[in-house]
């Protein structure tokens, strides 16, 4: 290659290496909410059913937003009410549950720094208990007359892919303006 070619390419190469960088230091942004600790604890084993679950977090977390679920191992829920935030602590009360088997607890939730976290973690009822399931809501996935697929996650490829586009299109308007 020509040194006037190299001249020509080093500023394309630069720029994308600077672009490449930029989205690549994306993925590590600042630290967000994290769970410490649950109630019962994760993949435990309980032979009557808790009164209330909770999620407990490293940061406060905003009460509004939040959402927290029990599903029984008959794919019923048992959670009784909206959930409670307190400071570093979400929970939801549970009605008493029915057959033996694991139960998840689901919970999704806005940290102080208002990023969204969700998760799950289950435990094992080894003895069923009387307990009926609550009533399934009208908004439920499989409820009659509900249209929403429940997928409406933002996808966030496309506009990584158009940013590079853009950067890219930058580069060459302005290497090919140089000459």
Same mark, same amino acid.
């Given at each position: 290659?020509?040194?006037?070619a190299l001249r020509r390419i080093r500023p394309v190469v630069v720029a994308l290496l600077v672009a490449?960088?930029?989205?690549?230091?994306t993925a590590v942004a600042g630290a967000h909410a994290t769970l410490v600790g649950t109630d019962p604890?994760?993949?435990? @084993? *309980? =032979?009557?059913? !808790?009164?209330?679950?909770?999620? /407990?977090?490293?940061?406060?977390?905003?009460? +509004?937003? #939040?959402?927290?679920?029990?599903?029984?191992?008959?794919?019923?829920?048992?959670?009784?009410?909206?959930?409670?935030?307190?400071?570093?602590?979400? @929970? *939801? =009360?549970?009605? !008493?549950?029915?057959?033996?088997? /694991?139960?998840?607890?689901?919970?999704?939730? +806005?940290? #102080?720094?208002?990023?969204?976290?969700?998760?799950?973690?289950?435990?094992?009822?080894t003895e069923a208990g009387p307990g009926e399931p609550a009533p399934a809501p009208a908004d439920a996935?499989?409820?009659?007359?509900?249209?929403?697929?429940?997928?409406?996650?933002?996808?966030?490829?496309?506009?990584?892919?158009?940013?590079?586009?853009?950067?890219?299109?930058?580069?060459?308007?302005?290497?090919?303006?140089?000459?």
């Amino acid at each position: 290659m020509t040194s006037v070619a190299l001249r020509r390419i080093r500023p394309v190469v630069v720029a994308l290496l600077v672009a490449l960088l930029a989205f690549a230091g994306t993925a590590v942004a600042g630290a967000h909410a994290t769970l410490v600790g649950t109630d019962p604890t994760d993949g435990s @084993s *309980v =032979a009557a059913g !808790p009164q209330r679950v909770s999620a /407990t977090f490293n940061e406060p977390m905003q009460p +509004t937003f #939040a959402a927290m679920t029990v599903v029984g191992p008959d794919g019923d829920m048992w959670a009784d009410g909206e959930p409670v935030v307190e400071d570093r602590v979400i @929970s *939801v =009360a549970v009605r !008493p549950l029915g057959p033996a088997g /694991t139960y998840t607890v689901n919970y999704r939730a +806005t940290s #102080a720094d208002g990023h969204v976290v969700s998760g799950s973690w289950s435990f094992e009822l080894t003895e069923a208990g009387p307990g009926e399931p609550a009533p399934a809501p009208a908004d439920a996935p499989d409820a009659p007359g509900n249209t929403d697929s429940g997928d409406s996650a933002t996808l966030v490829w496309p506009f990584a892919v158009g940013a590079i586009l853009v950067v890219i299109g930058a580069v060459v308007w302005a290497v090919r303006r140089r000459t």
